[in-house]
């Protein structure tokens, strides 16, 4: 095992992010805005349409708490894969602006066949100190389990047992991995054939971040009337790899403050236990 074994508690260096509005166009059409009908979205990917304003779409969120990062130890690369990510919005996000962020690991869990691996990332303005982002990732890591770890608990999925309130399809392109990775994201995992092929996937697939903007946007759009500003936080769990051009079908059920959604492709769950926080 390669895992660091005094993991829990690390804290990573501060690190600082900067971003301009070309990021956050850039970042809303890799999510696909835009995608079906390029006049529609254009507060999120324009910045000089009268009477849209350009906004920031709140996933952007997890592309800011991303510079913060913490050594996992010799690890193999091709065996991590993401498996959960929350983030909680603590005030809507700026068109442009420069945060501090930093990490810390908060969980190790020994799931048997690999582990568990849960970050806690905090963003701040870096000019006021106002918070701006709490995000909370968790990866799994194959092969690294079997140290007699804590194994964790998993809560109870909070989707209703009844038929959806709304159901939307999205597309991906099968360009779509190429563009995400500007974002920041340049893992090989979904671009290079051989390193994918090392991680037991027949081709490249999709950044699993991609798949979860491409499902917000589908839930935004429908509970809350395409509105950033309205949405204080989301999370998801990753659950099955999405290839570029694969079809997506959002399942969404609507309750009180929150909208509850699942994500299949095909016949298999690719985002389970979402829920978008809505104000």
Not at 55 to 71: C, E, G, H, Q, S
Not at 130 to 135: D, G, Q, R
Not at 203 to 216: N, S, V
Not at 234 to 249: I, N, S, W, Y
Request: glycine share 10%; hydrophobic share 40%; with cysteine.
């Amino acid at each position: 095992m390669a895992l660091r074994p005094d993991l829990v508690g690390t804290r990573s260096d501060a690190a600082e992010f900067s971003w301009t509005a070309d990021d956050v166009m850039l970042y809303a059409l890799a999510v696909g805005a835009g995608q079906g009908d390029p006049l529609e979205d254009l507060a999120f990917t324009t910045e000089n349409t009268e009477g849209a304003p350009l906004k920031v779409l709140p996933t952007f969120a997890n592309i800011i708490t991303r510079a913060a990062t913490v050594d996992l130890g010799e690890v193999d690369r091709t065996q991590l894969v993401h498996a959960e990510q929350t983030f909680l919005l603590h005030a809507p996000l700026p068109v442009a602006g420069r945060a501090r962020v930093a990490a810390t690991v908060t969980a190790v869990e020994d799931k048997g066949r690999g582990a568990i691996v849960r970050t806690q990332a905090d963003a701040v303005d870096a000019a006021t100190g106002a918070p701006l982002v709490t995000s909370v990732q968790s990866v799994f890591l194959g092969g690294e389990g079997g140290f007699g770890g804590p194994r964790g608990e998993s809560a109870p999925s909070a989707i209703p047992e009844r038929a959806p309130d709304h159901v939307v399809t999205v597309a991906t392109r099968p360009e779509q991995a190429l563009l995400y990775r500007l974002t920041g994201d340049r893992n090989p995992l979904h671009t290079d054939p051989a390193f994918a092929a090392r991680g037991g996937f027949t081709r490249p697939i999709l950044h699993g971040m991609c798949t979860y903007g491409l499902a917000a946007r589908a839930v935004m759009c429908t509970v809350a009337g395409n509105d950033p500003d309205r949405v204080t936080g989301m999370t998801a769990r990753f659950t099955r790899p999405v290839l570029p051009g694969d079809e997506l079908t959002v399942a969404i059920w609507s309750d009180g403050g929150a909208a509850h959604f699942r994500t299949t492709c095909g016949d298999d769950v690719v985002l389970d236990r979402g829920r978008l926080d809505v104000a």
